[in-house]
């Protein structure tokens, strides 16, 4: 403003150098001059002030955007594939949540079981792959057997006259040169010879010899063993001795039984064997009715067994419960004015499990979802004290879902029970509780 009418006052002097009363001096005229440079630089450097200013909050614009848009994506990690042949436990990817790498069985885990992405947008520890165990590196095949490596187990090509798993046993056929035997017999012609017996009973049996040119060749029925000085006798194979613990695996899940000629597996009471013979199946007393349960009782069925169990609400002070299916109570309306009870639970919901012994561990044991929350947050807890949170721990698998994780393998027989609770709360507000009760029936035998 200042400026422009200095600018006008000068043009309008050298226009009209006619005027030159009216005109100021020529010192006059050099003295304003110098006034407007002063004032021009006075205005430049206010001028050059502003800019510097304008400039510097540009710059603080441009870097806050440049954050804003780093921390919209730097929520999760990486997304991380299950391994081949393995699985992986825990979906979310967010910041502070774990995943879990469980390989199949027959495979072995290199690399870190637990990750956890870190504030680092990085996942922790190391990329975790399954590797086919190699069974065949204790070299478990005897006597000059040939190892093969299958998935989870091995098998042993046997040398030429032995047999057994880990080809630990003779094959039970026997090649014995006896003297002065009938060299007459022509060369092309066998004749079987049945040698006398020297016991009986049904775990000694005679062998099956025939002579061929001039050697005699003795064979037991499968089961049996060539014995005797003569090896003119079999005897019964002890399967159940030679398999046992071998290195290919019991020959019994559970028991065995060795018979003349053979063996058989037997189970525990609750227990039928399997249609291979060799391993057990849990009896459903439940479905058979081979159960004592009462009336308003309901029938769980465990490994080995059954329990009964009835479901009774929960008296708790300020608030009444009413079943409203077999397995779930919820809160009868609290009074507009009874804070206390509306601080209690809304439901309580039971669950029972049946597990085998020393199931191994991490596993989700349970998933808590909420169906139509109304509130802003979930929040899923474990309720109990240490035995239960030296077995489980609760973590997030998505927004709406809790999960009961088992973390250390238990011994059965056993039962164990685990409260998960989900709060939903709304501007952190707690809007309503919601209890899951889950037991845990843990048999006595692996299978
Ligand atoms: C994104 O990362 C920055 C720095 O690493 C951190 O301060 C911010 O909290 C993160 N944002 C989210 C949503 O995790
Ligand atoms: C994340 O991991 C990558 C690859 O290992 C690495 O280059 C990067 O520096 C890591 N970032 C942080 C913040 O640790
Ligand atoms: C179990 O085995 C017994 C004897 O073989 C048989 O009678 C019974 O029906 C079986 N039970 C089941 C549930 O399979
Ligand atoms: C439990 O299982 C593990 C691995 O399968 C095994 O090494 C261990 O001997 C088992 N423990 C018992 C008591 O059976
Ligand atoms: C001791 C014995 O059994 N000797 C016999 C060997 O074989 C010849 C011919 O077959 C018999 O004559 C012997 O008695």
Known sequence: MIASIVITFLCFCSLSPTFGQDCPSRQELQGSLKQVQKLLSAHEATYMQSLRNLKKKINLLQSSAGKQSTSATNSTCPKLDAPINGKK???????GHEVHVLCDPGYELVGSESRVCQESLNWSGHQATCRDINECVSSPCLNAGTCVDEVNQFSCVCAKGWTGATCQSPVPTFFVTMTNTSAATSPATAAAVTLPAATTGPFVRPSRCSIIQGTTHCTCEAGYTISGRDSNTCTDIDECELFHNGQAGKLCLHSCVNTAGGYRCTCPV???????????????ECATRQNNCANDQMCINTYGGFQCVRVDCPKIPHATYVKTSPMRCERNPCSVDNKACSQTPNSFSYHYLAVVSNLSAPRVM?????LRPIGDTLR??????????RHFTVQRSDRLTGQLMLVSPVQGPATLEADVEMSELERRVQLGKYITKVTMFVSQYEF
């Open 89 to 95: 436990l825990g979906k979310s990817h967010s910041v």
């Open 366 to 370: 349970f998933r808590v979802s909420a």
């Open 380 to 389: 899923f807890s474990l309720l109990g004290g240490r035995q239960t949170r």
């Open 270 to 284: 609750g227990y039928n064997g399997t249609r291979d013979g060799r391993s057990c199946k849990d009896i459903d």
